[in-house]
């Protein structure tokens, strides 16, 4: 019944070794979003999708990237993470031009060693 | 100035009680609002959208706003200490959130 899919829950990665957090939808939703969250933080927004459009926001490092290669799925790339990455990281999606609420993830949380 | 900013808390009340948790934006043009629930290591859980002046009531939660106040509230009714959480206020399609509110509900 999971609309909003991320995968994995857990994902531990060595500082500096590239990593990848995926998402997939089945709502059929034009707009993907990625927040960063720490801990006792709210979310951060690094970026969002609307379409193939990708919209990155003013201060998101450019250690970050994401990819979305269909409506279905999104992934957020991360290029050397630091100690200063790990954080839960949450996929949302949304309907179109709308004002309607976003759909989020389960998220992943994200460990550096 | 923060875009959004929300009572910081800790928030106590005891089961039973009306809890009141407050929210306001800098962004006069702001057409939707949303309060998230948070429980730790879970994602937000959208508990309550509003989109026009006055109260907005489901079940026991009832969303305030007044837009040209630019603020935001929510209040939880007959408190339960499975309400016991960080609440999230959020402005706008792009969801600038505030801080949170982290609310304790006591037994």
């Known amino acids: 019944d999971a609309m909003v899919i991320q995968n994995p829950r857990y994902q531990v990665t060595q500082f500096g070794k590239p990593v990848t957090l995926s998402c997939s939808q089945t709502?059929?939703?034009?707009?993907m979003y990625w927040y960063q969250q720490k801990s006792s933080q709210a979310p951060k927004l690094l970026f969002h999708y609307y379409d193939k459009d990708f919209n990155n926001e003013a201060d998101t490092p450019d250690n970050f990237q994401s990819r979305r290669p269909n409506t279905s799925f999104c992934f957020l790339d991360i290029r050397s993470p630091g100690l200063g990455d790990a954080a839960m990281y949450l996929c949302?999606?949304?309907?179109?031009?709308?004002?309607?609420?976003?759909?989020f993830g389960d998220g992943t949380r994200l460990s550096i060693l | 100035q923060k875009e959004v900013e929300q009572n910081s808390g800790p928030l106590s009340v005891p089961e039973g009680a009306i809890a009141s948790l407050n929210c306001t934006y800098s962004d006069r043009g702001s057409q939707s609002f949303f309060w998230y629930r948070q429980y730790s290591g879970k994602s937000p859980e959208l508990i309550m959208s509003?989109?026009?002046?006055g109260d907005k009531e489901d079940g026991r939660f009832t969303a305030q706003l007044n837009k040209a106040s630019q603020y935001v509230s929510l209040l939880i009714r007959d408190s339960q200490p499975s309400d016991s959480a960080t609440y999230l206020c959020a402005v706008n399609r792009q969801l600038t959130f505030g801080s949170g509110t982290q609310l304790t509900v006591l037994p």
């Open positions: 709502l059929n939703h034009n707009v």
């Open positions: 509003i989109y026009s002046n």
């Open positions: 949302a999606t949304q309907e179109g031009v709308s004002n309607q609420p976003q759909h």
